[in-house]
């Protein structure tokens, strides 16, 4: 797995974000049985960075916490397998890894909802990579059974790893 952790805030967190990454998004990944070596890109930014990108490529003049730039159209969640049909598209040429997408987090946002939740800066951190390294994999929220089925799997990975709304920093 190869991960690309790129901070362009002063924020520092209170864990490693590139270890932190890495473990959820590779739990994800063993979750949905990725049978690919994988590539996401994450990009940390600030409130002002994120509506800047949301309003450049969603039409939304708005800040939020996550934004998920999926590489695959699944014809299914987790159909890992519709990759081979565009293979040039979704693989890197050098190293052979399946190209999921791109995260891109909310310093801002981040520390807004740790604190509102009543949850750690970390528990929050994981939760976003974990909610949008699902929809990397093809899971949306746009009715109500899909968000149960994302929020279930949320959970199940954050729990696994125990990742909790009770931990400290």
């Known amino acids: 797995m190869t991960f690309y952790v790129e901070n362009e805030t002063d924020v520092t967190f209170p864990f490693d974000a590139e270890e932190l990454v890495a473990?959820?998004?590779?739990?994800?990944?063993?979750?949905?049985?990725?049978?690919?070596?994988?590539?996401?890109?994450?990009?940390?930014?600030d409130n002002e960075g994120?509506?800047?990108y949301n309003r450049e490529y969603r039409n939304i003049d708005k800040e939020t916490?996550?934004?998920?730039?999926?590489?695959l159209e699944y014809e299914e969640p987790a159909g890992f397998e519709i990759a081979e049909e565009y293979e040039a598209d979704c693989f890197q040429p050098d190293s052979g890894e399946l190209i999921l997408g791109d995260i891109i987090l909310s310093t801002d946002r981040i520390y807004e909802q740790a604190e509102s939740f009543g949850h750690s800066v970390k528990r929050e951190f994981a939760f976003l990579v974990a909610h949008s390294m699902l929809h990397l994999c093809?899971?949306?929220?746009?009715?109500a059974e899909e968000a149960a089925v994302m929020e279930a799997k949320q959970?199940?990975?954050l729990n696994a790893l125990g990742i909790t709304r009770e931990i400290s920093d």
């Open 50 to 52: 994120i509506r800047t």
């Open 155 to 157: 959970n199940e990975v």
């Open 65 to 71: 916490d996550v934004l998920s730039f999926p590489n």
């Open 138 to 143: 093809g899971y949306d929220h746009m009715v």
């Open 23 to 45: 473990l959820v998004a590779n739990a994800v990944l063993d979750m949905e049985g990725c049978p690919y070596e994988s590539e996401v890109n994450v990009l940390i930014t």
